[in-house]
């Protein structure tokens, strides 16, 4: 599991991330004043996710779990909401990026039975 430490206050953010087996991940996340929100997109091999509003969650994108080998992790100070531009920069959001699915399900499990 990996933190997405390069999340800053810029409204509108691209980097690529190499994931363990060699691929690249292009990652987006855009904040969007009038809704008060970040959003996050992301480009693996052919396919391209666009526009998804960013939650908390442990594991947000299960729906796809047989279609991308990662999934991320969303947590906010409190589970207080994901509505400032300055979420990343001060901490109060992190994402992680899970690559392994026995990783995944261990996460969950975990935090389940808190």
Same mark, same amino acid.
Request: avoid cysteine; charge should be neutral; aromatic fraction near 14%.
């Given at each position: 599991?990996?933190?997405?430490? #390069?999340?800053?206050?810029?409204?509108?953010? $691209?980097?690529?991330?190499?994931?363990?087996?060699?691929?690249?991940?292009?990652? +987006?996340? =855009?904040?969007?004043?009038?809704? #008060?929100?970040?959003?996050?997109?992301?480009?693996? $091999?052919?396919?391209?996710?666009?526009?998804?509003?960013? *939650?908390?969650?442990?594991?947000?994108? $299960?729906?796809?779990?047989?279609? +991308?080998?990662?999934? +991320?992790?969303?947590?906010?100070?409190?589970?207080?909401?994901?509505?400032? %531009? =300055? =979420?990343?920069?001060?901490?109060? *959001?992190? *994402?992680?990026?899970?690559?392994?699915?026995?990783? %995944?399900?261990?996460?969950?499990?975990?935090?389940?039975?808190?």
């Amino acid at each position: 599991m990996k933190q997405l430490t #390069a999340l800053t206050n810029a409204p509108s953010q $691209r980097f690529r991330m190499l994931l363990e087996t060699g691929e690249t991940l292009e990652l +987006f996340f =855009d904040f969007l004043q009038n809704q #008060a929100t970040w959003f996050y997109g992301f480009k693996y $091999r052919d396919r391209e996710i666009k526009n998804t509003r960013l *939650v908390t969650g442990l594991n947000i994108m $299960r729906e796809f779990v047989n279609i +991308f080998p990662f999934s +991320f992790l969303v947590t906010s100070a409190n589970n207080q909401p994901i509505n400032s %531009i =300055d =979420d990343f920069a001060t901490g109060k *959001v992190a *994402v992680y990026l899970v690559e392994n699915k026995d990783e %995944i399900k261990e996460i969950e499990t975990y935090f389940v039975r808190q």
